[in-house]
C-alpha cells in the first residue's frame, strides 16, 4: 500500500567498509557501543578492534568484512533510533545489507544475523577456489544485453548479470575466463566502460550454490520474528512481510542477482520521497541518485551526520 511522503530507510552491502568504520559512533553514543560489545561477545573475537584499527586486509577478508559492515550498520541505525524520531515505512538493503535491513525491521535479531552472515562470508569464500572466479562491471548497455552476452559469452561455464545496480551499471559473476569473454563482448557491443572488481569470489550466481546450501542449514537454526516494516527484497525487488519466506529469499539471494534498480523503484512508487542510507560509505546514495533523481537521498554514518539527518 502506497504512503505518501514515506521514508526508505536502506543499508549497504559488501564493498563499503574502510578502517575506523563505527569508531567515531561509538566514542560519542552508547547505542553504538552496545551494538559492537554484542558483536564481539556473539563472534567470540574484537570485531570491533578489527573495524576500528583493522589491519585493512584481514577487514577485506569476505568472512570479516561481513559482520563488520552489518554490526557498523546497526550501530548507526541504533544512534539514529535513539537521537532523533525518524523511522522507516519500508527499508531494503543491498545483497548482505538485507540482513541489516531485516534487523530494522525486527524480523532477525542482532546477535542472529551477526553470527550468520559471518558464516555466509565463510561459504562465499570456500565455494569457488581462489582465482577462479570473477566479477565485474558493464557500464552502459541495457540488462537485455548483458544478459545476452553473458549466455554467448559461457561456453558451457557460469557467467551471469550478478547486480542490477541501476545507472546502466550491470555487474557479471562467474568462472573467470567465461567472465573474461564477456568482458570482451561487452567493449565490441559498445560498453562504455568495462571494469574488473576487486572480489575474492564471484558473489550472486550459480557458482555459490554450495554456499546457499549450507546457508539453507545455518538458517535453519534461528528464529524469525514478526516484521514490524515491509522489507524490498533483493531476489524478487518486493516488499516482503511473512515470516515463512525470509529463510528461501536469503537462501535464494546467494544465487541470484540482486535486482536493485527495481528495489529503488518499488520504493518510489510505494510513495517514498526520502531514502537514507545507513552504515558505511555512499555508495546506495549515489546509484539511487541516478536511478530515481527526485528521491531525497542523505547517508548516515558519524556523529557529524546527525544534525544534517535531524533537519532533513
Known amino acids: 500500500m502506497a504512503s505518501s511522503g514515506a521514508v526508505a530507510f536502506v543499508f549497504p552491502g559488501q564493498g563499503s567498509q574502510y578502517v575506523g568504520m563505527g569508531k567515531e559512533l561509538c566514542a560519542q553514543f552508547a547505542a553504538a557501543k552496545q551494538v559492537f560489545s554484542k558483536a564481539d561477545e556473539a563472534l567470540g573475537f574484537s570485531l570491533s578492534d578489527l573495524c576500528f584499527a583493522g589491519p585493512e586486509a584481514d577487514l577485506k577478508l569476505t568472512e570479516h568484512t561481513q559482520p563488520a559492515i552489518l554490526t557498523t550498520s546497526v550501530a548507526a541505525l541504533r544512534v539514529l533510533e535513539s537521537e532523533t524520531a525518524l523511522r522507516p515505512n519500508f527499508v531494503a538493503g543491498h545483497s548482505l545489507g538485507e540482513y541489516s535491513a531485516l534487523v530494522c525491521a525486527g524480523a532477525l535479531s542482532f546477535r542472529d544475523a551477526v553470527r550468520v552472515v559471518r558464516e555466509r562470508g565463510r561459504l562465499m569464500q570456500a565455494a569457488v577456489p581462489e582465482g577462479k572466479g570473477a566479477m565485474a562491471v558493464v557500464l552502459g548497455l541495457a540488462a537485455d544485453a548483458v544478459a545476452a552476452l553473458c549466455e554467448e559469452a559461457s561456453g558451457g561455464e557460469v557467467v551471469a548479470p550478478a547486480n542490477y545496480n541501476g545507472g546502466g551499471q550491470i555487474v557479471i559473476a562467474g568462472a573467470k575466463y567465461a567472465v573474461a569473454r564477456a568482458k570482451a563482448l561487452a567493449e565490441k557491443r559498445g560498453a562504455k566502460r568495462v571494469m574488473d572488481l576487486p572480489v575474492s569470489a564471484p558473489f550472486h550466481c550459480e557458482l555459490m550454490r554450495p554456499a546457499a546450501e549450507g546457508l539453507?542449514?545455518?538458517?535453519?537454526?534461528?528464529?524469525?520474528?514478526?516484521?514490524?516494516?515491509?522489507?524490498?527484497?533483493?531476489?524478487?525487488?518486493?516488499?516482503?512481510?511473512?515470516?515463512?519466506?525470509?529463510?528461501?529469499?536469503?537462501?535464494?539471494?546467494?544465487?541470484?542477482?540482486?535486482?536493485?534498480?527495481?528495489?529503488?523503484?518499488?520504493?518510489?512508487?510505494?510513495?517514498?520521497?526520502?531514502?537514507?542510507?545507513?552504515?558505511?560509505?555512499?555508495?546506495?546514495?549515489?546509484?539511487?541518485?541516478?536511478?530515481?533523481?527526485?528521491?531525497?537521498?542523505?547517508?548516515?554514518?558519524?556523529?557529524?551526520?546527525?544534525?544534517?539527518?535531524?533537519a532533513g
Open 216 to 310: 539453507k542449514k545455518i538458517l535453519s537454526e534461528v528464529e524469525v520474528h514478526p516484521f514490524t516494516v515491509g522489507v524490498v527484497t533483493n531476489v524478487e525487488a518486493e516488499v516482503n512481510l511473512e515470516q515463512g519466506r525470509v529463510k528461501s529469499l536469503l537462501t535464494d539471494q546467494a544465487v541470484r542477482p540482486v535486482r536493485w534498480e527495481e528495489s529503488v523503484r518499488k520504493l518510489d512508487a510505494l510513495g517514498c520521497r526520502r531514502a537514507l542510507e545507513i552504515g558505511p560509505g555512499k555508495v546506495l546514495k549515489g546509484l539511487i541518485k541516478r536511478i530515481v533523481p527526485q528521491l531525497a537521498v542523505d547517508n548516515f554514518e558519524t556523529p557529524e551526520d546527525l544534525t544534517r539527518v535531524k
